[in-house]
């Protein structure tokens, strides 16, 4: 839990990492292995214990950064990938989840064409206009959504844009109950896909602090293990770039993912000089080349303008 001056707490997926379903370890939105965690939808799910810090009760700041693999279906149809929830009706607490079918706190169906990332506090809270249809969450996308709630305030973001700002009567409610990452407050894990980071604030955080935040996950990925002999040029480039690879071992496959971890290309390279990466059907922005080797695990942002 973060505070108002910043000092952590705890970040929770960071204090579970070294402690934690190891075997479901894997690869975050920075390309890293072991630095993200892998839930199944079906019997994955982490627990922490109630504390008196995560009680937070008039302001909250929720920040997720996920990527689906699959829309669950089953109660509510809510994907939920972090719940504090006394009950399942009329409760208190505060979740982050997304739907496949957009459905009220009775689980009735609100709308079955959208799928949206929404955070809710309290189930009095639950339906007062959180379900703006903004774009739809899709499967193999990293998001950075983040839910804020201050004095009568709710917010939701998506990438660090504001997607919808709305008045809610009550606050957010404490209870005695656990956090839960991965399942919702059915009890029922409900959650397909990788979740790299969560960090929960006891204050709603700026716009300005939100779209920083999600800057530094989504598009301000760094370049890791660079090495000299891994090189793409021109870079920056119109779209048309060539990678040489003459000092990496074996044979080379190279992936090139847009800022939001979206697999563009994928290239397996067994000459490895003036081989050609194509983005002129791209937009301009930041990619990032991967190359894998048989002893080398690299990655290079290249930016098209």
């Not at 969450?137 to 660090?160: A, E, H, P, R, V």
């Amino acid at each position: 839990v973060f505070g108002n001056q910043e000092n952590a707490v705890a970040n929770v997926l960071d204090a579970l990492d070294a402690c934690c379903i190891p075997n479901n370890l894997m690869s975050g939105i920075l390309f890293i292995s072991d630095t993200a965690f892998h839930f199944d939808g079906i019997s994955n799910y982490m627990e922490v214990a109630d504390a008196n810090s995560l009680d937070l009760d008039t302001a909250i700041t929720i920040n997720v950064v996920f990527k689906s693999e699959g829309f669950y279906t089953g109660p509510c149809q809510n994907n939920t990938m972090l719940t504090k929830w006394s009950t399942f009706n009329n409760g208190t607490g505060y979740a982050a989840s997304f739907t496949d079918n957009v459905v009220d706190y009775n689980c009735n169906l609100i709308d079955t064409t959208k799928v949206v990332f929404l955070g809710v506090s309290s189930n009095n809270n639950w339906n007062q206009g959180l379900y703006d249809y903004h774009e739809y969450i899709q499967s193999n996308i990293w998001y950075c959504g983040t839910f804020t709630q201050s004095l009568d305030t709710q917010k939701i973001y998506l990438n660090g844009v504001l997607k919808s700002s709305h008045y809610v009567p009550n606050n957010i409610g404490i209870n005695s109950a656990p956090i839960w990452f991965g399942k919702g407050s059915t009890g029922i894990p409900s959650f397909k896909g990788i979740i790299d980071d969560i960090k929960l604030y006891n204050r709603a955080l700026s716009a300005i602090e939100v779209a920083n935040l999600c800057s530094q996950t989504a598009t301000s990925i760094s370049e890791y293990n660079n090495d000299a002999n891994f090189n793409v040029s021109p870079n920056p480039s119109k779209g048309i770039s060539t990678f040489n690879s003459l000092g990496l071992k074996g044979n080379v496959n190279c992936q090139v993912y847009d800022s939001y971890g979206r697999l563009l290309q994928e290239l397996n390279f067994t000459n490895k000089n003036n081989n050609t990466i194509d983005l002129s059907k791209e937009m301009n922005g930041v990619y990032f080349v991967k190359v894998v080797s048989d002893k080398n695990n690299l990655v290079k942002k290249i930016i098209k303008n």
